[in-house]
């Protein structure tokens, strides 16, 4: 496996990372903080994975907010 030292989001999931979120702000607060209707419409993790798997520009959020959570 290649290392990646300069990667902050090397070796988290995107589920994981999702699933911190959620559990540090909360679907609302989340919604408010990145305005994407599955964070907002009856949330769920499966159906935000599988939006964000599907939408770059929305997972790129996410995981700026998740780095920024982080630091």
Same mark, same amino acid.
């Given at each position: 496996?290649?290392?990646?030292?300069?990667?902050?989001?090397? /070796?988290?999931?995107?589920? =994981?990372?999702?699933?911190?979120?959620?559990?540090?702000? /909360?679907? *609302?607060?989340? /919604?408010?903080?990145? =305005?994407?209707?599955?964070?907002?419409?009856?949330?769920?993790?499966?159906?935000?994975?599988?939006?964000? =798997?599907?939408? *770059?520009?929305? =997972?790129?959020?996410?995981?700026?907010?998740?780095?920024?959570?982080?630091?």
């Amino acid at each position: 496996m290649n290392a990646q030292p300069n990667n902050p989001l090397h /070796g988290k999931t995107l589920e =994981r990372i999702l699933t911190e979120l959620v559990a540090h702000y /909360g679907w *609302d607060t989340l /919604g408010q903080k990145i =305005r994407i209707n599955c964070f907002v419409s009856n949330p769920s993790i499966k159906s935000s994975l599988t939006f964000l =798997r599907k939408t *770059d520009w929305a =997972r790129k959020q996410v995981e700026e907010l998740y780095l920024q959570l982080k630091s």
